[in-house]
C-alpha cells in the first residue's frame, strides 16, 4: 500500500516537474543550447576559406596551408586562430577521407 502512494506521488511530481519545465522555458532553453553545439562544428566551405584552399586542391595542398598557417600562429599569433587552423584542417581530413578527392589524408 505505501509503495502504491509512493509511485502515484512520484508520477505526480514528473508531471509538475515538465509543467514547470515548459513554463519557464528550460525545455526551449534545452533545444536551443543542442542548437548552438551543433553549430559550432565547422563546414567545409568555412574550412576551406580558413586555410585557403579550393575544392581542387590535393591533400598534400592542404596539409602545406594547415602546417605554414599552424606554425605562424604559434609562434606570434593567436591561439584561437590557431585553433580554428586545427578544427579547419581536422574537417577537410574527413571530407577527403570519406570523399576520395585527390590525394589521401595521412
Known amino acids: 500500500m505505501?509503495?502504491?502512494i509512493l509511485a502515484r506521488a512520484l508520477v505526480q511530481a514528473y508531471r509538475q516537474a515538465l509543467t514547470n519545465a515548459?513554463?519557464?522555458g528550460v525545455a526551449q532553453e534545452t533545444i536551443q543550447n543542442t542548437i548552438r553545439q551543433a553549430s559550432?562544428?565547422?563546414m567545409e566551405q568555412e574550412a576551406r576559406q580558413v586555410l585557403g584552399v579550393t575544392e581542387q586542391s590535393s591533400w598534400e595542398e592542404v596539409?602545406?596551408?594547415y602546417d605554414t598557417l599552424f606554425e605562424r600562429n604559434?609562434?606570434?599569433g593567436s591561439f584561437y586562430i590557431q585553433s580554428k587552423v586545427h578544427r579547419a584542417k581536422e574537417c577537410l581530413e574527413a571530407v577527403y577521407r570519406g570523399g576520395g578527392n585527390q590525394g589521401t589524408p595521412s
Open 22 to 24: 515548459s513554463k519557464s
Open 40 to 42: 559550432k562544428t565547422m
Open 74 to 76: 604559434a609562434k606570434n
Open 63 to 65: 596539409l602545406k596551408k
Open 2 to 4: 505505501g509503495s502504491g
